[in-house]
């Protein structure tokens, strides 16, 4: 398959590897958006969260809990922001997690709100 993310997991394409088990590899984002800006990435290719299987979502979890402090420990990041995008918006169609550590006073507009809202008719298309 022709897929970045496999081809780095195979070992075909280099990557920083920061940690890695049986179900993810975990390697620095080659475009960071923040210093430590990671990807969780199961090692089996998925296309997106609806393809995945819950006992992987489940580790993925598990990989940020175990990541998170360790971040904070060691880059001193003050937060950390995980993003998860799929199909618009998605540069690559292999599942994976962003973890994106967060330091004070950082640059990135990840909170940017809309301006005008229609709380009341979206609500009633999702109740
Ligand atoms: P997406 O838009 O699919 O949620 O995010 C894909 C991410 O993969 C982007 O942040 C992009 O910088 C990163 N990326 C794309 N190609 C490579 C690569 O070859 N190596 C690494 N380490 N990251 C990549
Ligand atoms: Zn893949």
């Known amino acids: 398959m022709d897929c970045i993310f496999c081809k780095i997991i195979n070992g075909e394409i280099p990557s920083n590897i920061v940690y890695e088990d049986d ?6 984002d080659v475009n960071p958006q923040a210093d430590g800006h990671s990807l969780i990435v199961p090692k ?3 296309n997106n969260v609806l393809d995945c299987d819950d006992q992987t979502l489940s580790h993925v979890q598990e990989v940020v809990k175990k990541l998170y ?7 001193g990041c003050e937060g950390l922001t ?12 292999h599942y994976h997690m962003h973890l994106i550590p967060r330091y ?8 940017t709100k ?14």
């Open 82 to 93: 995980l993003i998860q995008n799929n199909d618009y918006g998605q540069e690559v169609k």
């Open 23 to 28: 179900v993810v590899s975990v390697f620095l």
């Open 69 to 75: 402090p360790i971040y904070r420990d060691r880059l």
């Open 104 to 111: 004070a006073d950082d640059d990135l507009h990840l909170e």
């Open 44 to 46: 089996k290719h998925y």
């Open 114 to 127: 809309l301006q005008t809202k229609n709380i009341q008719e979206i609500f009633d298309k999702l109740k």
